[in-house]
């Protein structure tokens, strides 16, 4: 009997992730489901069951089946993966950070899953950012790149890409924190270090704005653009004296 139940337990299963394979969801919930009721003990089901939810837009559906399958398994890294990735979505992005770093510390015992997974979820939103501010949607894009950063900190690109929508957005102060946390990650992000200067610039910092485009030539003497901001700034300074 026993047998006979794992053998109807994995048909459902293998119908489940044939019906998903070709779009059909409602069939896949529903053979997922019926396996769930042989084997309610499964947390892989609950995450099956759970991504086809997320799939489908349904994300409290989604987020109450992962939570369900990490009750049965706090282990288990892709539904807490999953989990994070859903509250990120919804812009639940404090939950969704506690579940990152759960993620994290489970990495050691999963290999490079979180790495691999993370890095494509934070680059997607990132390019949704990109398709956002292609029309000057700034918000939305704000909302992505703030994404990808929860996802990835270490990916300065997309910090330097949500310092730029600030800026766009006329949100100088927050243009000028995110890149100063560029900045103090790695000093020698040129993009990052001009830019800063300008938005100091814009804010009437001047001496701010020289100190950096100044530290930024002597470090790289080749560099045109540095060169040619400070010379304005320099120029700018000497209008106004006279």
Known sequence: MQEEKRADIQLHLEMAR???RRGRKEDALREFKAALALAPDYADIRHEIGIVYAITGKHEKAIEYFKSSLELNPNYLEPRLNLAITLSDMGRDEEAMMHFKKAKELENNAGFIFGAAGSRIANAHATVGDLYCDIDAFDQAIEEYQKGVIIAPDFLDIAFKLAKAYLAKGNLSRAEETLEKIFT?????????RLLGSVYLKQGMKVKAKIIWQKLLDENPDDTEASVLLKSLEA?????DS
């Open 236 to 240: 700018l300074e000497k209008d106004i």
């Open 185 to 193: 990650k790695d000093p020698n992000y040129k993009e990052a270090a």
């Open 18 to 20: 044939a019906y998903l």
